[in-house]
């Protein structure tokens, strides 16, 4: 199947610090990748949408400039938690959507998650 | 409106015993369902994929069922092993690629 990389696995930080995580479609085009965030026993909870050359939809009582979302290429989308905080600790899993005419166009392949921890 | 219900919520059992996880959606028009397992601390992965005219599919222990008529599916687990505790969770995608809707998921526990 398609492979998704994640970047870091995990990451500690001082509080006010801002953390950039990277998710890559390793042999597949994804116009839209998606970034969710899981608090420990909870179910995955979809934190924004990341379309290719364009802005990030995000859903309701998700800060936008809190969570940076850029996808510059049909491979690689960053979320940057910027001035971090403790309560921004959590796991941060990104998904991507195959795009384009191949065998994966239209599935969802999810990364193997980042946990961040603020200190 | 698209929806995707995944019961039970949580689920104890004893290693070696089988267990059946439920997902009802409504998402229509349906294109595919898929059953993800999530160790803690990890991404999901995917189990099994089942499309409108498949109404049963396997890999190893783990069998997906589908009835699209009732637009219900299940994932029987048989002879549960300690690994097998993780979150399990329902993908139901529409005919629009716009259309992926999540289950809130199963978290299975399985006891030694």
């Known amino acids: 199947g398609a492979v998704v990389s994640q970047h870091p696995s995990w990451v500690i930080c001082k509080s006010g610090t801002s953390v950039k995580i990277e998710c890559r479609s390793l042999d597949f085009q994804a116009t839209t990748m998606f970034w969710y965030r899981q608090f420990p026993k909870q179910s995955l909870m979809l934190m924004a949408t990341s379309n290719e050359g364009s802005k990030a939809t995000y859903e309701q009582g998700v800060e936008k400039d809190k969570f940076l979302i850029n996808h510059a290429s049909l491979t690689l989308s960053t979320l940057t938690v910027t001035s971090a905080h403790p309560e921004d600790s959590s796991f941060y899993i990104c998904?991507?959507?195959?795009?384009?005419?191949?065998?994966?166009?239209?599935?969802?392949?999810f990364g193997e998650g980042s946990r961040l921890t603020v200190l | 409106k698209n929806q995707v219900e995944q019961s039970p919520q949580s689920l104890i059992i004893l290693e070696g015993k089988n267990c059946t996880l439920q997902?009802?959606?409504?998402?229509?028009?349906?294109?595919?369902l898929r059953w993800y397992k999530q160790d803690t601390g990890r991404g999901p992965v995917s189990l099994t994929i089942?499309?409108?005219?498949?109404n049963t599919k396997s890999n190893g222990r783990y069998t997906a069922t589908l009835d699209a008529d009732t637009k219900q599916s299940s994932l029987h687990i048989t002879a549960s092993q300690l690994s097998d505790s993780a979150s399990y969770i329902c993908?139901?995608?529409?005919?629009?690629?716009?259309?992926?809707?999540f289950g809130s998921g199963t978290r299975l526990s399985i006891r030694p």
């Open positions: 089942m499309t409108f005219s498949e």
């Open positions: 998904s991507a959507r195959g795009s384009g005419t191949g065998v994966f166009t239209g599935e969802l392949f």
């Open positions: 997902c009802n959606y409504t998402v229509s028009p349906f294109s595919n």
């Open positions: 993908v139901v995608r529409g005919s629009s690629a716009s259309k992926i809707i």
